[in-house]
């Protein structure tokens, strides 16, 4: 069957963004299940995890000087993900994060930021939104 112009229209894009979203958000649970902590700004954005489904360790990063934090999460965990806001403050936070857990000799993870970013950034900014949003997107387009 060759695909027309009719069967594409068929499905919207939004189910397309809806699909690489659930890969994704799935792809941070199974590395939480695995051990590894994932930080964010505040305790919104850990309950937003939670009601996704994210089972292991989040370290939230305000009221903490990004040194201190970056060299406990050092210590305690040796994979990291970092999950900051998709704003100025979240991108400069992202950074400096990193360049103290760097010095400290992990390799954090932040490209599971940047592709949620970039299927979010029209819609949402922060990570506290996240299971909000994932909801309407499951309910509009249920797969």
Same mark, same amino acid.
């Given at each position: ?8 229209? @068929?499905?919207?894009?939004?189910? =397309? ?7 994704l ?12 902590a ?9 309950l937003? +995890? ?7 360790p989040v ?9 201190? %934090? @970056?060299?406990? @999460?050092?210590?305690s =965990?040796?994979?990291?993900?970092? %999950? ?14 990193? %360049?103290? +857990?760097?010095? @400290? ?5 932040s490209e599971?930021?940047?592709?949620l ?5 029209k819609?949402?900014k ?6 909000? =949003?994932?909801?309407?997107?499951r309910?509009? =387009?249920?797969?």
């Amino acid at each position: 069957m060759a695909w027309g112009r009719d069967t594409l229209e @068929a499905r919207p894009k939004r189910t =397309y963004d809806l699909e690489a979203l659930e890969k994704l958000i799935a792809s941070l649970i199974d590395a939480s299940c695995q051990g590894a902590a994932v930080i964010v700004e505040g305790r919104r954005d850990l309950l937003s +995890l939670r009601a996704l489904g994210l089972p292991g360790p989040v370290i939230m990063a305000s009221r903490r000087q990004a040194l201190q %934090l @970056a060299e406990d @999460a050092a210590r305690s =965990y040796s994979q990291i993900i970092l %999950l900051t806001d998709w704003d100025e403050k979240g991108d400069e936070m992202c950074r400096t994060i990193e %360049l103290h +857990l760097r010095s @400290a000799g992990l390799r954090p993870d932040s490209e599971i930021r940047c592709r949620l970013g970039k299927l979010v950034r029209k819609e949402i900014k922060d990570v506290e939104s996240l299971s909000g =949003y994932t909801e309407r997107m499951r309910e509009l =387009y249920g797969i």
